[in-house]
Every structure is written in structure tokens, then in C-alpha cells.
């Protein structure tokens, strides 16, 4: 959110904190890391130079209050100081009250401003993340202008597929419309890598790159319930799996469980890229977008280009060679 003389709130979030986490030690008697309304009263009438009520104290609290504690943590406090200050700057000659009223509405609006702005840039991804409205939430209206993924924006890449691993794509039954929508969203990144996944997966993406002649597709498996999980596990145990994208159904059974367990298990041990919800997949594009900019980033995605693995798997390949050793002697 800008502010009116065109700096970013967050920008001045340090300078806030440092002023007032002395005032902030001050007044936390009790030391908790937080003030409690009595507390946040006597705060706000030093910082006020001005007795504030408990009903004003308890309005301020309930709009800085962001996690709903009935309390005040430092990062709540900091932000409330820079908005009291702002407004005493700007109406010097009004009383305590008006002006801390005043700085509870500028707040509210900037909250508002912030999610209506967040909302019109999240709305064509709006299906894939399932936003809740309500409790607070803004109704995701379309922004004016462009809605068509503005984030998906085609370049160069700096590293062709065939010098990277498969990225899978794979999705339960619940899940396949999303997962089709996601790739609709973000066509221009995900054909930089050669795609790989399960049979019915794979049949979509050569729909939706049908008039995409240079994508490049790696293994198409079978699917999931007949072993399409345990082929991309050997995929990935080859070292020809760098990414998944496995957008799995949460509130269905499925007859291979322990598929699903074995795939996601061996993806912690080998240390390879994994978003499991539509979400994390969206953060994942950005990563990827990142890492195949310009000159590239591989740093950012080290699994497409070599053999990783657990942290843990050091410690349970030392506790082996005991085992084997001690059968030896």
C-alpha cells in the first residue's frame, strides 16, 4: 500500500520498530511481549500526552490486534505508532480522541486498499486457490483491464529442457479440472521444461499444447492406481525427475495410498522440488520464472540439474554401514 507522500508502509516499518520498542518495554509491565488493555491504555495516554479512555484503548486494540490475542505484540504496536504519529502530524491542534480515531480509519482503509489490490491481482488465479470470502475477506471482483494470467509472460529461457530433469505433473480425479486450469494459467512457464506425469495428466497437456510444436514431453506413465506413482518414483531414484507437481485430493480414499505415500516419501529423501496444493504450485512458477530469466538462476532449483538428497539420509547410511559391520565380524 502507498502512502500519500508516495513511500510503501512497510518501508517504514524498521524506523517504527526502532522507535517504539523502547516506549513498547516501557509500558509491558509484566513482561509477556505484549500489552494487555490496561496496559495499551496507559501507553496510548503517554504517547497521546493525554489520558485515553479504556473504550478508545479497546477500539485501537481491536483494529491493531491482527491475531485476535485481546493484546498488542510489538509488530502490532509498531504499526500502530507510525499510524497515530501520522495523523498527529497532520492534525496537530485535534484532541487525543479525534486523533486516534482518525488513525484507526486511515488503517482500515489502508487494509482495505491492500486487500482489494492483492484481490485484483489474485482474481485469474481465483479458481485454482479457492479464496474464501467473508470473515473480512474481500470479494475477488475483476480489476480492470487485462485479467488473462498478466504473471505468465513468455520469455527465452536461459537453460533449454534437455538440459534439465523432468518436471511431473500429476493429479487425482478431485483434482484434474484444477490442475488443467493451472496449466491454462501458467502455459508459458511450464513448457520450458520437459513434462512428464501420469496417463491422464499427460493426455491434457498434449491437449493444451496441441498448437505448441517445440514442447517437450518426457515418459508418460500409467496411471496412479496402476502404478503411475511407483514409475515416477523409479523416475525419480534414476535421477531423471527434478520437480512434481502433484495436486492431491484431500477429502477423497484412494485405493493406492501407499503409492501416493512411497512417491511423496521419496521425493523428501531425494531432496526434489514438490508442491503438493495448488498454492504452493503457484509460488513454485514464480521460483521457476526466476531461475530461467536472463542468464538463469539454477541455484534456485538445484534438483533439475543434479542427484540430492535428505540431510537425514548421511546419518541413516553411517547407522547401515554399523549394521552391516557388526554382521561381518
Do not use: W
Not at 527434478?242 to 505415500?261: K, R, T, V, Y
Amino acid at each position: 500500500m502507498v502512502r500519500s507522500d508516495g513511500r510503501r508502509r512497510g518501508s517504514v516499518y524498521h524506523h517504527a520498530y526502532v522507535k517504539a520498542k523502547e516506549i513498547f518495554d516501557k509500558h509491558d509491565v509484566h513482561k509477556h511481549d505484549c500489552l494487555d488493555l490496561s496496559e495499551l491504555s496507559n501507553c496510548l495516554s503517554d504517547v497521546m500526552e493525554s489520558e485515553v479512555s479504556l473504550e478508545m484503548t479497546k477500539m485501537v486494540c481491536d483494529e491493531f490486534d491482527k491475531d485476535a490475542t485481546d493484546t498488542i505484540d510489538i509488530a502490532e504496536f509498531s504499526m500502530m505508532v507510525k499510524y497515530v504519529e501520522d495523523e498527529r502530524e497532520k492534525n496537530v491542534d485535534a484532541d487525543a480522541h479525534t486523533q486516534l480515531h482518525n488513525a484507526i480509519s486511515q488503517a482500515r482503509l489502508d487494509q482495505i486498499g491492500l486487500s482489494e489490490d492483492i484481490a485484483g491481482k489474485l482474481y485469474p488465479l481465483r479458481n485454482i486457490l479457492c479464496i474464501q470470502e467473508g470473515d473480512g475477506a474481500p470479494v475477488l471482483h475483476a480489476p480492470m483491464g487485462n485479467i488473462e494470467h498478466p504473471l505468465d509472460e513468455d520469455f527465452v529461457p536461459a537453460f533449454a529442457p534437455c538440459n534439465m530433469r523432468c518436471l511431473a505433473l500429476v493429479s487425482h480425479n478431485g483434482m484434474k479440472a484444477t490442475m488443467k486450469e493451472f496449466v491454462l494459467a501458467n502455459k508459458n512457464i511450464l513448457k520450458k521444461f520437459r513434462l512428464t506425469g501420469t496417463n491422464s495428466t499427460m493426455t491434457m497437456l498434449r491437449e493444451v499444447f496441441a498448437d505448441e510444436p517445440k514442447v517437450v514431453y518426457g515418459p508418460s506413465c500409467s496411471s496412479g492406481p496402476l502404478g503411475g506413482d511407483a514409475e515416477l518414483v523409479a523416475l525419480m531414484c534414476a535421477g531423471l525427475l527434478g520437480g512434481m507437481l502433484f495436486f492431491q485430493d484431500p477429502m477423497s480414499a484412494h485405493p493406492h495410498q501407499s503409492d501416493i505415500d512411497c512417491l511423496v516419501r521419496q521425493a523428501q529423501v531425494h531432496n526434489t522440488m514438490m508442491a503438493n496444493t495448488p498454492t504452493s504450485a503457484v509460488m513454485m512458477m514464480q521460483v521457476f520464472r526466476m531461475a530461467l530469466h536472463g542468464h538463469g538462476m539454477p541455484e534456485l532449483m538445484p534438483s533439475f540439474f543434479f542427484t540430492l538428497q535428505s540431510p537425514a539420509v548421511t546419518a541413516y547410511k553411517a547407522a547401515q554401514k554399523k549394521v552391516i559391520a557388526s554382521h561381518s565380524t
